[in-house]
């Protein structure tokens, strides 16, 4: 029993799969519950059970079938891919489910088929159960057939495609089992409710019976979806239902899924029969015969197999529709007639489409034959056009209709109108545009004035059908005025039309379209009242006329296409004088036409005011321009009056919506005013302003017209044609020109010189648009005439047409809307631009091409062919340009293409070439006749015939269009049937021509329909076409694409395919860039720009530095303004979401990183990752490109960005390891190599900055690297290897070693011996450890690979054992185990070999040591080799302090002991003991002194020179007062006083850098009790006095720090748990900033981000509740003054400013008073500035940044801002005066990092700051002032002998004269000569006795004592004390005064006090930044939760306060420290 329930203990989905039944219950339950407890649909969680549906719903248990089948019903319903299990699902579901015995399980079998189809897999539940119904068991297909029928009817035809069911029909309802037959008949009666009638084909072959009864079974009623796909759903649910009552579309894909009669076409269901090879072999004689009873035998024998091929197979049917029409054209028999119109009419219906080629010749002798009166032939033919016109269009066959409608008989033109009527009920509107509306119409309005009744009336409904298709108001313009009763009969029509063709309705956006048009004052609120209100009719059109603007098929007119003019209706005379009166005063209508002309000035300028107040809504042009034209008008006599008038027009037409209408009113009148030299220019004006309102063409048009068929002034006409030549350059030539060549040739004509020379002027410029055939239209000129326009043409031939300046058209569609309301719809759809061609007349050589003509050219004998053949060249030639109607001449000149005779082939082939050049454009008609001829003579054996081929088909490419070619597979059945010389020839001229043609011109499908040919030309015999495949690879993968192209290889043979993929990978690389998926741009990628290109970019731009905390705000304010643009953020961020994705990872709330093969699951979460960091998402999309390059391109970004913006890839490294994971698996090697090109770049970016590798991101790399150490090239091999000895330095070796030993498990022969050979080189490298933990097992899986079978990984397997023989010795033999006697003996040989080469011992000092964490750890020698660089210095600096001494050697070596004499020898024991001391921390108050520290050893730290920021701890020199060079950077140089207790140097402890690194690093972890344990390991190494090997991490400590803080302040945690860690981090900062020589190397980001930090936390007010927030409050305040108090001078101002420039504008209400702190803190800082060293500032970058910060924010800016408080402005104002005192004149010279210094406003206030300086300066040196101390006025006064060139710095000069004056105080004397010996030290070129020339010669000599006294002492601080032999009597110091005995017990005693933190120095300057012991800080961290020292405490609400300096003795303290020191001379002197 036990045994059976320990399935309980087992996860899930081993449940599921166990061999008990309840067991697999159990776990089937708990998959239901799990399943619905997931809330994210693609959580990893569901990957689990992928594998596993299957057996759920096949489980051999009834009941846990059942319960499986519940659970993979709930997975299906939730799990985002159960997609991916649809087809192993439901063959499972159809086998063992769909038929079960148990209704439950067949109910849940039927759930979850529809559940699949729900969720979009129908295409597979449909294949699955098809099958189903194949199988042998009636019950399966019954149950399948039942799950059809259900899918069908919830989800609809759409959804469940019917066509694949039909052929099922006649099969199933013939089934044996009766269940099946009914079933299978409710499945019909199904689809009848779906498809209607198309369903009857398919049963009219059953039997009678079962036919009745299904028709008996058939409902009708259009049947509606009750369930829609997962992606439908929202879209019906947000759909509301009164959207679909009022006439509204519903949305597509809801559309989609309904089901509708009218959508299915029967003949989409049908299969399609070839019919050809059926025809009769005699049928072509017969139809010839001359019997008509023959004829009529061949077609019933055509007739009886169409009737049997209602769809036919596309094919070559010319010759078949070439007799049928013959039939219709010429037989005399009518019966016959008849009959050939049926069956082509059945021919062009089985075709369809694809009967194209044929349409348009047939449906010109269709017209033509109309002429026919019975009734039974105009009906066939009826049938035949009607059944003809879907597959041709009204634009082809537009010529033909229009001659019919010119045909002298009544019969033709009635017939074709009515054939007009009928095929625009089946036309969409948008295919019936303007250019086709102004031709129809207008021939209709012709057969409207005919006699013949019945020709009227077919023309009255061929135009009511057209209104009712595009609506009255697209129409009307161009009908015009009828009369009453022709518009009556029009409007019947109109009314009766039905279109039958589904019209597609307008978008849902359009219903706010109006409301938007009024806001913006296009379209006035209400239509005026003179305009016609909409009809009924109208509004019911509306959604059918306009709606259709972007149909399938439609072309879109290009954008600079011009539309034409808007129109409006002319207003009566009474109602503009009613409007006029409303807008105008009586006055001015009055005065307007005044016979008195200065009333009617004053009433014309009284019109223009009056105007310019109204509102374009308010005021209709049309009644302004008829008001203003009122009698005399613009005809007006007096100029000042015509002035004024023209004036007031062009204001109406500049400000008001102007319509062709009321334009017209005005025209006619300013172009006479062109002629009048007063008025010329404004009505010029005029004239350009109507053309930009109402559009160029209709003003040019109108214009020129008027001026010469109405105009006799010359000076008029001349005038006109020069204001055309200037308004053509401004708007653009898209216009016809036949009009204007018209008029153009009546100026040519004219008397007036003036107009002729106007003229050809403009021709010229008008040439620029036409081009040089625009010299053809004026052949009938003289030929002087012709001259001086082809001269004119001349000079602008190398010349291109100016840009346009406006844009006709742009201002007319607003005002169409404006000026005519709602009464007139815009135009569907533009007219399509004028092509700029030869436009001459064309002939039409139709009649020409006669049937003895066509005889001739098919004679027997070659001599009369060719004749032929010259007679129509000779007619082409004297006939062009011509129509492209050629009556029967293509299927003859075809037959001459192949002629066998070569010389006619040729011949033939230069008449096309000449046919194309004489037709023009429109010979793309002929396409499909003439090109399968052209290839096939590609392949004729002569090349003179191919030659004239290729010539011949690139003619017709220039005339047609580069695409015709690519139609109808004329280009798949040439290569198929051609011969090599064919396919070669054909595929070269496809190189070479493909990639001329623009993509997307031609449906891809032509050319991948091909490709199969193309891969067997590959592979052909023939070099040539071998040769000539090759060249095609590319063109034709410039249109498919490689993804295509590679996809077709799955069908080839598997011989075939490497051949064909290399000839794909040759030609992939050549590829051009492909555009960016959702980019505006076409031609190139986005590029990327790295962080410098960024930053350089926005110091262009004046902005502002990037932050990186507004990273992520920038990024989504720019996604969400300008989506389409570049993204100009950095490529990578610099954030901490990394910790966070390490924590999704450890908590398995993403996907493991763990595949054998990417799935695209793991590519969506990387890119999800990659976004949610927020990477540049230019860089994301190429990233995931499809074409390789781009991934080169996203390597190349970020190598570059690399340099520039190294700790943003820290932020983010484990994303770019991940994504270069998946480009590992890609198969082009480029990218690899690329890739690791980069990476070893990465990581040895990260080696420099001592970067940790987490496990997290290793995990996720290095097992895919070590796949690639197995890869066939040895470049990557080698590139993998060099990674790996990188990846060591920072990772774990032994953790290394780990993935290595699980790389040997791979088959990969080559991966093995290469993962052995890389573990030989860790076991050599690093020895032993590198094997730990367990080195013996893993010894032992080596030496099993010593038997491998390749003898790579045998002889690798032997290097690396023997290399651990080397390191172990005997004992390996041991640890390998037991091994086979051949390979012991193969173990034996190799170690013998090695052996030679070198010893034992010397592998073993090779050996680097591993540090705890398994890094290795720096050799001790490397460490101490100092920097080159700073080494002179030190020396100089040594040797000016010690001139006799030699140089001190260095410190590691022993130095012998030096014999100490004088009165300096005291006890050595008992100095030994003081210097062993650890010294304490420094404490503000010392109320009681523990003098017992004396008694103690006390040991002194050499302090490390801040100098050497980067130097290793073993490197500090021994001398505490070695300080910085003069020469090094400014913030190295602050002065530090170091105390002078130093005797002794000991070596200080040594430092594990790696260990040191890792605990950095750890500081920063989420894992906050990690972070705690780190902070404290470096609090402790500080207190311990090893704070020096700091120095190169402090940058990464400060930072570290600052994160952890950020992360807390941000975090949700409980108070509870930040405030250990805020007390923790408070105390280390604290310990690291008082230890000396410890914060100078953090730069000024880093500062940045600690002080920004730690005031928001400050100023937050999260912390400040209870009394422990309180104490945290003020230590957080006492950090802020130790960080501004010990930071580098010149990165703590940086850093302050940056700040404050980045708080400014920023208010964020969750720390309202950080800025009130930041200012603290700057003027906490000021204060501090007066007391630095003058040369301690980096002045230029200080500068620099306060530069940014007047640039961004100037004087300006707070003037316009008065809400904003200056204060921030002002203190910098104080910081930039406070320097220029500090630095004098000379800071001018430090702007040398500002690019200029005019771009703000620091360069002014610098000048200002320095001449009010100046003037001070005067003041000072009055009498007056110079009153002060008698020995500072001594001193200062007589400084006048120094020169102007060696003048002391301000603030030196002050310093120096405050020293001297304290040297003249007893109690400050010593500290004052110290002072003064470290200003000379600091200053060496200043001459302190030229200063003190004024004082007297004692004070000048106690001076120079008191230096040397203070060098001796600072000497004999220097020198290291040992111990000696001498006795202490016989040491002899009767000889020294008691003076110098004080002195030198003085400076010991200030050295103690020093030990003992009571220093009495004033001065901040002075306080000595000695190492501390801060071990009392941590007992009161442990104890009172954190150190509160008051002196330091700051009050958030007050000021910033400095810590205060060590000033108050304890007298009782000092009496004893004096006791002990006598105690301590008089040992001595004993």
Known sequence: MEDENEYKKLPTDEKCVHKLWKARVAGYEEAIKLFNQIDDEKSPEWNKYLGLIKKFVSDSNAVAQEKGMEAALVFVENCGHAGKTTGEVMSGIVAKCIAAPKTKTKDLALQITLMYVEIEKHEIVQEELMKGMEQKNPKVVAACITTMNTALKQFGNKVITIK???????????????????????????????????????????????????????????????????????????????????????????????????????????????????????????????????????????????????????????????????????????????LGGRLLAAVASGLRNKFQPYATACVQAILEKFKEKKTNVVTALREAIDAIYPATNLEAIMEDMLAAFDNKNPSIKAESAVFLARSLTVTQPAAFNKKLIKAYVGGLLKLMESADPAVREAAAEALGTATKLVGEKNIAPHIGKLEPLKEQKIKEFADKAEIKVKVAGPKKEAKGKAPAASARGDQPAKPAAALKPPTATATARKHNTGAAKKPGGAKKAPARAQPSPPREMELAQEEVDARAETLLSADIVAGLGDGNWKTRLSAAQGFHSTVQGLTAEAGSAQVLFRTLNKKPGLKDTNVQVMKARLEACKYITENFPISTTAADFVLHDVVAKLGETSCASIATDCLTSLADACGFEHVLNEGLSYAMDSQKNPKVQSEMFNWMSSAIKEF?????????????????????????????????????????????????????????????????????????????????????????????????????????????????????????????????????????????????????????????????????????????????????????????????????????????????????????????????????????????????????AGSPVLRASLLQWLADHLPNVPPKSFPREELSSSLATLYACIEDRAADVRKAAGDCVLP????????????????????????????????????????????GKKDEPQGLKTAGALKKDADKKGAAPAKGKGLAKSASASSRGKKDDEDLTPLLPQNNAKNQRIIDDQKLKVLKWNFTVPREEFFELLKDQMATAGLNKQLVANMFHNDFRYHLKAIESLSDDLHENGPALMCNLDLVLKWLTLRFFDTNPSVILKGLEYLATVFQFLSDNDYTMAEYEANCFIPYLILKVGDPKDTIRNSVKALFKQICVVYSVTKLFGYLMEGLKSKNARQRAECLECIGSLIETYGWTAMSPSGTVALKELARHIGDRDNAVRSAALNCVTCAYFLEGEKIYKMIGHISDKDLSLLEERIKRASKNRSAEIRRSMVVPLSATGRPIQQQAEEMEPPIAEEPPQQEEYEEEEEEEPAPPPPMRPV???????????????????????????????????????????????????????????????????????????????????????????????????????????????????????????????????????????QRLVASVATQIRRLRTSARPPAQTLPAYKCIAGALIAFYESGGCGMNVDSTALCSLLCELLRLLGGGAVATGPDGERLVRILNNVCVRVLEHSPRTQLLCAIVTLLHESI??????????????????????????????????????????????KAYPNSYWKKNPDISDTPYRTVKTLVHTLVKMKGGSITSHLTQIPDVNESDLYPYLLKVLKQLKLDEKKENTPDALNGASLLQSMTGNSAPL????????????????????????????????????????????????????????????????????????????????????????????????EKSHLVFMERLRALQAKAGMKTESAPTSQPRTPVDNRGLQDSLIEHGLPTPRAHSIDPQLELHSTQPMSHKNEAAVDALRLKLQQIKSSSKR
């Open 1843 to 1938: 020169s102007a060139t060696s003048r002391l710095p301000r603030a030196v000069h002050e310093e120096l004269a405050l020293i001297l004056k304290r040297i003249g105080s007893k109690e400050h004397n010593r500290e004052a000569l110290a002072h003064l010996y470290d200003l000379r030290e600091r200053h060496p070129e200043v001459d302190i006795w030229t200063f003190m020339q004024g004082s007297s010669f004692y004070f000048r000599n106690y001076v120079e004592r008191g230096l040397r006294e203070v060098a001796d002492q600072r000497k004999m601080n220097s020198m290291p004390m040992y111990k000696h032999d001498y006795k202490s009597e016989n040491i002899d110091i009767s000889n020294e005064t008691e």
């Open 1036 to 1079: 034709y993968m410039l249109h498919l694409g490689y993804d295509s192209m590679h996809k077709q290889l799955e069908k080839l043979k598997p011989a075939s395919k490497p051949v064909v993929q290399a000839a794909l990978d040759k030609a992939r690389p050549s590829l051009p860039v492909q555009p960016l998926p959702g980019k």
């Open 1456 to 1594: 012998a002991p030096r014999v100490i004499t004088g009165p300096f020898g005291l006890d050595p024991e008992l100095i030994a003991k003081l210097d062993a001391a650890v010294p304490v921390v420094r404490r503000p108050e010392l109320p009681e002194h523990d003098l017992k520290f004396l008694d103690e050893p006390i040991p002194v730290r050499p302090n490390k020179p801040v100098s050497q920021p980067t130097a290793p701890a073993s490197m500090v020199l021994a001398s505490p007062h070695h300080t910085a060079p003069h020469h090094t950077a400014p913030h190295h140089t602050a002065p530090h006083h170091t105390a002078p207790h130093s005797l002794a140097t000991p070596q200080p402890p040594t430092v594990d850098d790696s260990l040191l690194a890792d605990t950095i690093h750890s500081i920063a972890s989420p894992d906050l009790n990690a972070a705690i344990r780190a902070m404290s390991l470096i609090s402790n190494a500080i207190t311990s006095g090893r704070g020096a090997a700091l120095g190169a991490h402090e």
């Open 732 to 976: 653009g030539c898209t216009m016809k020109i036949q009009s204007i060549v018209a008029h153009s040739k009546k100026a040519l004509s004219a008397t007036n010189p003036n107009v002729r020379t106007s003229t050809v002027n403009f021709l010229g410029i008008l040439s620029l648009y036409v081009g040089p055939s625009l010299i053809t239209h004026f052949d009938s000129e003289k030929p002087a005439t012709k001259q001086l326009i082809t001269l004119e043409m001349d000079k602008h031939a190398n010349s291109s047409p100016p840009t346009p300046t406006r844009q006709p058209g742009k201002v007319s569609k607003s005002a169409s809307k404006g000026s005519v309301g709602d009464d007139l719809d815009e135009p569907y759809e533009e007219e399509e631009p004028a092509v700029v061609e030869d436009s001459r007349p064309r002939t039409d050589i139709a009649p020409l091409i006669t049937d003895a003509l066509v005889a001739e050219i098919n004679d027997k004998n070659w001599k009369v062919r060719n004749e032929a053949l010259d007679k129509l060249k000779a007619i082409i030639t004297n006939s062009s340009p011509i129509k492209p109607t050629l009556g029967e001449l293509p299927p003859a000149l075809v037959a001459r293409l192949l002629d066998s005779n070569s010389k006619l082939a040729q011949s033939a082939l230069q008449i096309c070439e000449q046919l194309a050049i004489a037709i023009g454009p429109k010979c793309k008609t002929h396409v499909r006749t003439f090109f399968p001829a052209f290839f096939q003579a590609f392949g004729d054996n002569k090349q003179w015939i191919r030659t004239a081929a290729v010539a011949c088909v690139s003619a017709w490419c220039a005339t047609a269009g580069p695409h015709v070619p690519f139609d109808g597979e004329m280009l798949l059945d040439a290569l198929k």
């Open 164 to 338: 694949p069911m039909v052929k099922k029909i006649p099969v199933l309802l013939a089934d044996r089992d009766k269940g099946v037959r009914d079933e299978m008949k409710a499945l019909v009666v199904e689809m009848h409710r779906w498809i209607g009638g198309a369903i009857e084909p398919h049963i009219a072959t059953l039997q009678a019976v079962v036919q009745q009864e299904l028709r008996d079974s058939f409902t009708t009623g259009g049947a509606q979806p009750t369930r829609y796909l997962r992606s439908q759903q929202h879209r019906v649910r947000d759909t509301p239902a009164a959207d679909t009552g009022d006439g509204a579309v519903e949305d597509d894909d809801v559309d989609a899924a309904a089901g509708d009669t009218a959508d299915m076409d029967p003949f989409d269901l049908l299969d399609p029969v070839e019919i050809l090879s059926k025809l009769p072999k005699d049928f072509y004689d017969k139809l010839e015969a001359t019997k008509w009873q023959e004829r009529k035998e061949a077609l019933d024998a055509l007739d009886n197999i169409l009737k049997t091929a209602p769809r036919l197979e596309p094919g070559d049917y010319a010759d078949l529709v070439r007799a049928l029409k013959k039939v219709i054209s010429k037989d005399s028999n009518v019966m016959l007639v008849a």
């Open 1705 to 1750: 504008g920023v208010t964020d209400p969750a720390y309202p008073r950080y800025q009130d702190l930041l200012l603290k803190c700057f003027w906490k800082t000021l204060k501090m500035i007066s007391t630095w060293d003058v040369n301690s500032i980096d002045y230029d970058a200080v500068l620099y940044k306060i530069h940014l910060f007047y």
